[in-house]
T-cell receptor, first 115, second 112 residues
Framework: NAGVTQTPKFQVLKTGQSMTLQCAQD?????MYWYRQDPGMGLRLIYY???????DKGEVPNGYNVSRLNKREFSLRLESAAPSQTSVYFC??????????????FGSGTRLTVV | KQEVTQIPAALSVPEGENLVLNCSFT??????LQWFRQDPGKGLTSLLL?????REQTSGRLNASLDKSSGRSTLYIAASQPGDSATYLC???????????FGTGTRLTVIP
């Protein structure tokens, strides 16, 4: 009963390096999201996938790309990491993007430092 | 856009006290509101979800209320315990949008 699994949990990158954050869910949810959390700014949406085969930009998409590989997996890619991308990244899922009855489930996060 | 505000930013109370955390949002056209708990260095744990048609939800010592017309929600914690120490986040949807909008949280410390 894993729920939402994020890998890796911690990562240190040098400026200009690339990496992919992985998210997998076993909840059979249709919608998946990537948020970043920065001190004093709350959680902000980077990208989301309302359903398999679709992706859309959120509030802070610059410098990121995403892939909805299948219904279970949603990855976030940093092509050329910058110190401003130092943050904690959370993947979340929901049964449907616009639902009265269902809430969101979050993974445990990836702590990324770009030096 | 949906703006979410949580007051106070930090709260310290002695063990056993009842307390209220506040959340306000600017757009009352919502699907639902969710309260989360976040422990230091950890992910978000969902506490309560209130649908837009509901007034309150209860889980154990927690009670969350929703006044959609005024754009307000409160999280009531009864008989607080040191284990309740964490940051509490309020998150709201917005009709027509596909994501949650978060407040910056209230950091709660319960002193033994």
């Amino acid at each position: 009963n894993a729920g939402v699994t994020q890998t890796p949990k911690f990562q240190v990158l040098k400026t200009g390096q690339s990496m992919t954050l992985q998210c997998a869910q076993d909840m059979n949810h249709n919608s998946m999201y990537w948020y970043r959390q920065d001190p004093g700014m709350g959680l902000r949406l980077i990208y989301y996938s309302a359903s398999e085969g679709t992706t859309d930009k959120g509030e802070v998409p610059n410098g990121y790309n995403v892939s909805r590989l299948n219904k279970r997996e949603f990855s976030l890619r940093l092509e050329s990491a910058a110190p401003s991308q130092t943050s904690v990244y959370f993947c979340a899922t929901s049964l449907h993007a616009r639902s009265y009855n269902y809430g969101y489930t979050f993974g445990s996060g990836t702590r990324l430092t770009v030096v | 856009k949906q703006e979410v505000t949580q007051i106070p930013a930090a709260l310290s109370v002695p063990e056993g006290e009842n307390l209220v955390l506040n959340c306000s949002f600017t757009d009352s056209a919502i699907y639902n509101l969710q309260w989360f708990r976040q422990d230091p260095g950890k992910g978000l744990t969902s506490l309560l979800l209130i649908q837009s048609s509901q007034r309150e939800q209860t889980s154990g010592r927690l009670n969350a209320s929703l006044d959609k017309s005024s754009g307000r929600s409160t999280l009531y914690i009864a008989a607080s315990q040191p284990g309740d120490s964490a940051t509490y986040l309020c998150a709201v949807t917005k009709t027509g949008a596909n994501n949650l909008f978060f407040g910056t949280g209230t950091r709660l410390t319960v002193i033994p």
